[in-house]
Antibody
Framework: QVQLVQSGAEVKKPGASVKVSCKASGYTFIGYYIHWVRQAPGQGLEWMGWINPNNGGTNYAQKFQDRVTMIRDTSISTAYMELSRLTSDDTAVYYC?????????????WGQGTLVTVSS | EIVLTQSPGTLSLSPGETATLSCRASQSVISGYLAWYQQKPGQAPRLLIYDASSRATGIPDRFSGSGSGTDFTLTISRLDPEDFAVYYCQQYGSSLLTFGGGTKVEIK
């Protein structure tokens, strides 16, 4: 069965970077785009960007353009999202999610979420 | 950026009743590229509806979506206890994906 399993919770200091992993299983990793979405405590969902696991192509939301990097390692079917220059506003649960129809980004499978806490 | 405004913020209903949730876009959503998700506490969202009115795999037929342009609706008929959750709309008609702020459906 399709699964996206994310890395564990992180606590970071302001100004640091965090790297979250998303390991895919149960399907052909390179066949489906992976998007990243975050959710601040008690808040709604915020889209961050996507990576095409087939060729490594990316597209980031302008808000995160200068701070986010999305990469993948096809040998282990894993996508990564790295966010730099963290502030307290980056405290959130970060989700990876799979797009099930090419070019129509709705998400049929989600990771379990990774809580990133930014605190001094 | 297409801003999605969901209303009401909270809906208090009893099991068996019908919930009507609204999602209004700041500009027309191309080709009705709008989806609805359900999220329960501590869980990731679950896809319910895509392309405004198509149910995702395994979603009960008591969930239905409608609308076009800037006005979209999610209707949940015969509310089941497991349906009490937060619901989000999402548009994918533009390259900048956006979500609504959510509607909480709570037990009255």
């Amino acid at each position: 069965q399709v699964q996206l399993v994310q890395s564990g919770a992180e606590v970071k200091k302001p100004g640091a970077s965090v790297k979250v992993s998303c390991k895919a299983s149960g399907y052909t990793f390179i066949g489906y785009y992976i998007h990243w979405v975050r959710q601040a405590p008690g808040q709604g969902l915020e889209w961050m960007g996507w990576i095409n696991p087939n060729n490594g192509g990316t597209n980031y939301a302008q808000k995160f353009q200068d701070r986010v990097t999305m990469i993948r390692d096809t040998s282990i079917s894993t996508a990564y999202m790295e966010l730099s220059r963290l502030t307290s506003d980056d405290t959130a649960v970060y989700y990876c999610a799979r797009v099930w129809r090419a070019y129509y980004p709705t998400f049929d499978y989600w990771g379990q979420g990774t809580l990133v806490t930014v605190s001094s | 950026e297409i801003v999605l405004t969901q209303s009401p913020g909270t809906l208090s209903l009893s099991p068996g009743e019908t919930a009507t949730l609204s999602c209004r876009a700041s500009q027309s959503v191309i080709s009705g590229y709008l989806a609805w998700y359900q999220q329960k506490p501590g869980q990731a969202p679950r896809l319910l509806i895509y392309d405004a009115s198509s149910r995702a795999t395994g979603i009960p037929d008591r969930f239905s979506g409608s609308g076009s342009g800037t006005d979209f609706t999610l209707t949940i008929s015969r509310l089941d206890p497991e349906d009490f959750a937060v619901y989000y709309c999402q548009q994918y008609g533009s390259s900048l994906l956006t979500f609504g702020g959510g509607t909480k459906v709570e037990i009255k």
